[in-house]
């Protein structure tokens, strides 16, 4: 089952940060999609759940140097 959720992210100051969000978003399994909206802070990831989850997504953007916090 194909899942989404956005995702609010904090401590991104230039258009490389989205950038680097979405590449190391798109490197996580099962992760189909990754779109860092750098204006209004957010993040639109969908994956095959099961695959990876929420916390995996999370856990990605922190790892990054960013603050994650669910919103769906
Ligand atoms: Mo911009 Mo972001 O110079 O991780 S890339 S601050």
């Not at 190391?24 to 099961?50: F, H, I, M, Q, W």
Request: proline content about 1%; glycine content about 12%.
């Amino acid at each position: 089952v194909r899942d989404k959720v956005e995702v609010k992210i904090t401590g991104m100051t230039c258009a490389a940060c989205s950038g680097r969000i979405e590449r190391g978003l798109g490197k996580l399994p099962g992760v189909t999609s990754a779109v860092v909206n750098l204006a209004v802070e957010k993040a639109t990831v969908e994956y095959y759940a099961g695959v990876s989850g929420i916390a995996d997504i999370k856990a990605k953007i922190e790892q990054l140097g960013f603050g994650a916090h669910d919103l769906t």
